[in-house]
């Protein structure tokens, strides 16, 4: 036989088994061809084989894997870094608002004290509540019996213009007044700020205002009630608060 087509030892022992499993009668080259084609059927089937153990082996990782509470070792890791970063993040950020929360808390109470230090002190805008009171009540209280007292109050407490304005505007009030003989008392126990500065301050102040007459006496003889609320505007002149404007409202 030619060197080339000597059997090699595991040719060899392939042909055994060959020759064990199956005897054959052929010889020379067909026998030869029998042999190769023997042996790509055990090498196929070999391969098959492998081929089948290895799918094996893969679906039982896969169902080792799909065990619950089963994580593998590096996602487990990875997981564990991004929980990490992820709470450092957020305490970072709950710092960051909390520190923008105090700091425009503090921005507001001190604009607020720069405000009352820059405006008017408490004390000044409790004064000027205070009189827009007095000065409601004394224009509200009158006695048809002598007007001439309540002018007098008027250019008391106001301004040269208003006192001037407010008796002339009320000429054809007290005429009409005269025949009821209507007298008035009144008192004010409320005052809200409305604004102010150094030489202005607008007040609404609440009027409780009685008015009695002959006329109604016999019917009503605790007299007759009025409630109004009015807008007094004082006016700072030479140190002293002056009425400049009133309005009923």
Known sequence: MPKSQRPSAVEANDVAEVV????????????????RASRERLRAEA????????????????AHDRVPGKVATGSSRSTSRTVRTALIGLSVLVLILAASTAYFAY????????AEASGPSGADRQKA???????????????????GDLDRRIRE??????????????????????D???????ESKDAGLQSMTDGKAVVLVT??????????????????????????????????WLLSDFDTV
């Open 20 to 35: 064990q499993a199956d005897a054959s009668p052929l010889d020379g080259d067909e026998f030869l061809a029998a042999n």
């Open 129 to 147: 509540m205070d009189l827009a009171r007095t000065y409601a009540s004394s224009l509200a209280t009158y006695d048809p019996a002598d007007y």
């Open 180 to 186: 009821a003989r209507g007298t008035s008392r009144a």
């Open 157 to 178: 407490i106001s301004t040269p213009d208003f006192a001037k304005t407010y008796i002339t505007s009320s000429q054809d009030a007290r005429r009409g007044n005269a």
């Open 47 to 62: 391969e098959q084989k492998a081929d089948r153990k290895g799918e094996r082996k893969a679906d039982r990782g896969s």
């Open 107 to 114: 921005g507001m109470v001190q604009a607020d004290r720069r």
């Open 207 to 240: 009027l409780d205002q009685t008015v009695t007459s002959p006329e109604v006496n016999s019917q009503v003889p605790d007299g007759i009630p009025y409630q109004s609320r009015v807008k007094v505007t004082l006016e700072k002149r030479d140190g002293r």
